[in-house]
């Protein structure tokens, strides 16, 4: 019943442990500390329920109105 998993024999001292890329462009990853983390965008996209975005400084969740 596992969707999506990625396991290591490594233990990782640095870096990514996986990379979600848009072309060469990444836009989300999870480093070695287990850390999710989101390229901060410089403009604001259209609303997605349930979604998030950075700017960089801020978190932003989005709901249904």
């Known amino acids: 019943d596992d969707y999506f998993r990625f396991s290591t ?9 996986v ?5 060469t462009d990444t ?3 999870v480093d ?3 850390v999710a ?3 901060g965008r410089s403009s604001v ?5 349930n ?3 950075s700017d960089g400084d801020n978190l932003y969740f989005g ?3």
């Open 9 to 17: 024999s490594a233990t990782l001292t640095s870096g990514n442990v």
């Open 19 to 23: 990379e979600f890329r848009n072309n």
């Open 27 to 29: 836009v989300f990853f």
């Open 32 to 34: 070695y500390q287990g």
């Open 37 to 39: 983390v989101l390229k």
């Open 45 to 49: 996209p259209s609303v997605v329920a």
């Open 51 to 53: 979604g998030l975005y």
């Open 63 to 65: 709901k249904n109105e």
